[in-house]
């Protein structure tokens, strides 16, 4: 894939976690990269991080920098619905 259709994309989800305060912000890109991209996607990303940071926003760099923290190894997505094991026999987890 072009280095710029990965940086596009990476800036996108840069854009929509900037509402968070950066650690966080930083932790749920990486988080969000690890589940989503391949592995070659996410080497190649990292690659032209390190090459050159010009069209790059600034938290795809923090978090993809050699002293950033690694991924939390826990998926940003949590489970929003349950089944009725979980609420009992009459609960609804619509809406």
């Known amino acids: 894939m072009e280095d710029s ?32 991209w391949t592995p070659g996607m996410r080497r190649q990303l990292e690659a032209r991080v390190g090459e050159n940071t010009e069209g790059i926003d600034r938290l795809v ?6 002293h950033a923290a690694p991924p939390s190894g826990t998926s940003p997505i949590k489970k929003q619905a349950s089944g009725p094991a979980t609420l009992g026999e009459l609960a609804s987890d619509a809406g």
């Open 5 to 36: 259709k990965l940086v596009s994309m990476a800036n996108q989800i840069a854009a929509f976690f900037s509402a968070y305060p950066d650690a966080d912000a930083e932790v749920a890109l990486r988080d969000h990269i690890k589940l989503f």
């Open 61 to 66: 760099v923090q978090a993809f920098s050699a």
